[in-house]
């Protein structure tokens, strides 16, 4: 555990590093003490205001800001930070970590101020305006009790440009915990003669002297493209938001912790198989007897802590064999009777889809969304995608939350299926909150629907040439000038109802030959190789600038993961620790022309 902290904690402190250019106010004042310090105002009296270590949102040791109050309903603990200057025509991002502790007596606001010089300038200019161009005198974004005591929350706003004409408001309240936005808070826009502007963060009118309110890594910046996403402010940048755990699914028969089986027990296994993209992974592998009841499949447990106002992604991989005899599902509950259709109506058995998959033998992702109670549209995103092509083959039905929804579950399954040498797996079920730090449904597919990287190889099962196929369904590369074809060196098969060429001792023509990539005068050189994990690319010629991207693709051919390059250098690194052990190829293409392919061993 202390390990974990100290991992967290350093990611953070490296995340805080590279974003603190971005920040325009500087915490570097935050020494321990009380009241107040260069850059920070206090809020209430000195003794309501002061700085100590304890424990920030990512389990690490922090100086926070403490607010404390007296028995007076008045002014508690908190700040006005210093003024900055501004431009009006951009948007601008304020955030605070906060947390309350032993009662909700009082309020906590988080707002700003403007400032402009007038006639007088111990007046201000009042130039902060509703989003409906109203002018808000003492604009607060929020002001209310946390939804939990003892508990740190992210609070982030937006103040807009003087030319924002939407009445949308961006702002929220989010769970770290979770990474959701479970409280929405109010934007606000600037006049066109606002200059400068202020953070402003504190407890007020709290009489109970046991009350303490902690406030932690303040932030205001413009947003220009360049700013830290909200995942990293909370510290959930490459971490996984799927509510469900399949950490539990070993090798066996039967329910497992999180996954209670549809069917029988004998109808429930386990075991290693490969996935859509040929890795070997665990599979949940579902059986049936000849009654036509619940065959194999799972409900999960209860995920309680669930927000109403969320919307939620339900997805699973699932694909049949032998036969379409009996049906597929995947559904959900949600407790207190708050499965809506979204038309309102009450659902007591809520299927986002059931029926036959188009083909058998292939696996296909299905996907559908529980939405949020406030959801007013009719129309549905779910789909089916097939793992293949990552096309959509399918629209499926949506559903909303009733307002008293406060847990979920998770339901895929066969049922009704008589025929005994049927089978339905199951791989990778996921519940995400619609947040924005949710992953793609491309990054759910692991592939990309355009291109295939095609491998041939010698009679000695040597593999002689790699070329991309850059067109959906159109795998026929130019020859290079240099050579020509030899048919009898190359003889053609069906596979699939594609032709493919087998290499018999002559090179197939392709993107690239490894006498032409020589030419480029690209060298390359990858390390460690095998890798546990990271891979060093070192680069080095008369060009070694890289264009769009880094692919990575597993043995089969399939593209697994895509690095976008957008400051290329001679050295870079190449992260492989999430994927499971095997064979991948990194695929580099450069600004000179040449292609690179480097087959890495991932222990």
Excluded at 45 to 68: A, D, Q, V
Excluded at 210 to 225: C, I, L, N
Aim: aromatic fraction near 12%.
């Amino acid at each position: 555990m202390k390990l974990r902290l100290l991992i967290m904690l350093l990611v953070f402190v490296f995340c805080t590093s590279l974003t603190k250019a971005q920040n325009l106010l500087n915490t570097s004042t935050w020494t321990t003490g009380s009241g107040s310090v260069s850059g920070f105002s206090q809020n209430g009296t000195t003794s309501e205001n002061s700085r100590e270590f304890g424990t920030n949102p990512f389990g690490g040791s922090s100086i926070l800001w403490k607010g404390g109050n007296d028995s007076a309903s008045d002014a508690d603990g908190g700040w006005n930070a210093s003024y900055v200057s501004i431009d009006n025509a951009e948007t601008y991002r304020l955030v605070v970590w906060i947390k309350k502790t032993n009662s909700n007596d009082g309020s906590t606001y988080f707002g700003c101020q403007q400032w402009q010089s007038g006639s007088d300038t111990t007046m201000y200019d009042y130039s902060i305006l509703n989003l409906s161009g109203n002018l808000r005198t003492n604009p607060y974004f929020w002001v209310g009790d946390l939804p939990q005591l003892n508990k740190w929350y992210m609070l982030v706003a937006y103040v807009h440009g003087r030319n924002y004409n939407s009445n949308l408001s961006y702002g929220g309240i989010y769970d770290p915990t979770t990474g959701t936005k479970v409280v929405n808070v109010t934007d606000f826009k600037f006049a066109a003669s606002t200059t400068k502007l202020r953070h402003r963060a504190y407890l007020y009118y709290d009489t109970n002297t046991s009350d303490r309110q902690f406030f932690y890594a303040p932030r205001m910046e413009m947003v220009d493209g360049d700013e830290p996403s909200i995942g990293s402010l909370l510290g959930l940048d490459g971490a996984d938001t799927n509510l469900l755990s399949t950490s539990s699914w070993t090798v066996g028969c039967g329910s497992v912790s999180g996954f209670g089986v549809n069917g029988t027990t004998d109808e429930n296994c386990r075991e290693l198989g490969k996935n859509h993209i040929g890795e070997e992974v665990m599979l949940w592998k579902g059986g049936n007897d000849s009654s036509s009841n619940a065959d194999g499949g799972w409900n999960t447990s209860w995920i309680s802590g669930t927000n109403h106002n969320t919307t939620y992604r339900f997805s699973v991989w699932l694909k049949k064999t032998n036969s379409t005899n009996g049906t597929s599902y995947l559904g959900f509950y949600a407790n207190n009777s708050g499965s809506l259709q979204l038309n309102g109506t009450y659902n007591s058995n809520p299927y986002f889809w059931y029926g036959d998959l188009p083909k058998l033998d292939r696996w296909y992702l299905v996907v559908g969304y529980l939405h949020k109670s406030s959801y007013s549209s009719t129309v549905n995103l779910g789909r089916i995608y097939d793992g293949v092509t990552g096309e959509e083959v399918s629209t499926i039905n949506d559903y909303k939350q009733k307002n008293t929804v406060t847990s979920l579950r998770h339901r895929s399954y066969l049922y009704y299926d008589t025929n005994t040498s049927d089978r339905q797996y199951f791989w990778e079920p996921r519940i995400d909150p619609i947040t924005g730090n949710e992953p793609s449904i491309q990054e759910l597919l692991h592939l990309n629907e355009n291109s295939t990287l095609i491998f041939s190889y010698d009679v000695a099962g040597n593999q002689k040439q790699r070329f991309y196929c850059q067109e959906d369904g159109f795998c026929s590369p130019v020859a290079p000038s240099s050579r020509s074809i030899k048919e009898e060196g190359v003889k053609m098969k069906e596979e699939e109802g594609a032709v493919v060429a087998e290499q018999t001792g002559v090179e197939l023509p392709g993107e690239e030959t490894e006498e032409e990539i020589n030419m480029g005068v690209v060298k390359h050189t990858t390390f460690p190789n095998p890798t546990d994990g990271m891979v060093t690319i070192q680069l080095s010629g008369k060009d070694f600038n890289l264009t769009n991207s880094i692919n990575i693709y597993s043995a089969n051919g399939a593209l697994v993961k895509k690095i976008n390059i957008s400051n290329p250098t001679n050295q870079m690194q190449v992260d492989l620790s999430n994927m499971t052990s095997g064979i991948y190829f990194i695929h580099m293409h450069f600004s000179n022309g040449t292609v690179a392919n480097e087959q890495i061993i991932k222990n």
